[in-house]
């Protein structure tokens, strides 16, 4: 959604945008033999790096900005620019250079091992989708560019989404003057809601790391009903939904995946919008969603989560995995309306300064300077 967003906005302001886009559903296809070379390709994709050669030798642009080389991309496209002479910007949309499963999370918490340690530890563990072997080649590709210095040398500009995140990137490795910090923003402007809505919303993938069973234990704990609906899918969606049938939870609902459209107006019609997750959330789309609506948030006091929203300003924060401390957040939302409204309207002026689209392109131009003047 922001490679569609941030391409639909260069090209309102008379920019030419070409792409180049490859999918990983291309390996439902592969055969026994491609699958065994996917290790090497993850290192080096050798189509890619030569299909990106052709696409640079005809366009000749005047930057090349990456949103994602992994697994199908790969990192060979980073020379490919470099020997075309095209200066690179890339986007860090999660942890990938510093951990194998991108996420920073293992077993239920936070886990920065692969970071502080080596990326043995991520192998040891089975991070990337519980396989020692998928892990081992991820490490392997992460290893092989570590040591050519190619996320040093072959990156001019890369763009963090917050501050927190650029701290992490920079502990990692990442040269600090290389990196600049500018947020996703919300396009087009749903506009500020009427009213406080009505009940409570969660957006979002249903997996381990989001903190839904903390979610449904604050439920639990709540001394009166508060409707709740949960858009989303996942491999947790059926363990959550017996949790809650196990609690009596008969205020909350499970929606399913439904299109984008269907989730911004849930959020906009929320009392709140809730973020209970567990990992260090790199720059949550359904939190400035909700601030651009004047749709108050309460989110988990961790990571870039507690950069976005600041506490009794535009939101509220509760201790990540404390079931009471968010029940008790939620309470007091309930039983301040007014404070809570004053809180969502605090919310839009912070999307109005911050994550509009045209603030955003101002940003993004400086950022395309910088890399192309250097």
Request: charged content about 20%; aromatic content about 8%.
């Amino acid at each position: 959604m922001v490679f569609a967003q941030e391409r639909k906005l260069l090209e309102s302001h008379g920019h030419e945008v070409v792409t180049y886009q490859r999918s990983n559903k291309e390996l439902l296809t592969c055969s026994r033999f491609e699958r065994l070379n996917l290790p090497r390709k993850m290192v080096w994709a050798k189509d890619s790096h030569r299909d990106l050669t052709e696409v640079l030798r005809k366009e000749k642009p005047d930057v090349v900005h990456v949103h994602n080389t992994f697994v199908q991309i790969s990192p060979s496209i980073f020379s490919a620019c470099r020997q075309a002479g095209v200066p690179v910007v890339q986007t860090l949309h999660n942890f990938r250079l510093m951990c194998p499963a991108a996420t920073f999370f293992r077993d239920g918490k936070i886990c920065e091992e692969c970071r502080e340690s080596s990326l043995w530890r991520g192998i040891q563990h089975a991070c990337y989708h519980q396989s020692h072997g998928a892990t081992a080649a991820v490490a392997l590709m992460l290893t092989v560019h570590r040591q050519a210095r190619t996320w040093v040398n072959e990156v001019t500009v890369y763009i963090a989404l917050s501050q927190f995140s650029r701290r992490k990137f920079t502990d990692g490795g990442l040269p600090a003057a290389k990196i600049r910090v500018k947020p996703n923003f919300v396009a087009p402007d749903p506009g500020e809601r009427n009213g406080s809505g009505e009940g409570a919303v969660f957006v979002g993938r249903l997996s381990p790391e989001k903190g839904l069973k903390t979610l449904l234990q604050a439920w639990h704990h709540l001394p009166a009903p508060i409707p709740l609906q949960i858009f989303g899918d996942g491999p947790q969606r059926a363990e959550l939904e017996q949790m809650a049938s196990d609690l009596n939870l008969s205020s909350v609902t499970f929606r399913g995946h439904v299109n984008h459209d269907t989730t911004q107006t849930a959020i906009k019609n929320a009392h709140v919008l809730i973020l209970p997750s567990e990992c260090y959330e790199n720059f949550p789309m359904t939190i400035v969603e909700a601030l651009s609506c004047g749709t108050p948030v309460i989110c988990s006091r961790l990571g870039a989560m507690q950069e976005i929203v600041t506490h009794l300003e535009t939101g509220l924060h509760f201790t990540p995995g404390n079931p009471e401390d968010l029940a008790e957040k939620l309470a007091w939302a309930w039983d301040h309306p007014a404070k809570l409204e004053n809180l969502g309207k605090a919310g839009r002026r912070e999307y109005e300064q911050k994550y509009t689209a045209e603030n955003n392109y101002s940003e993004l131009m400086s950022i395309y300077d910088q890399a192309i003047n250097a």
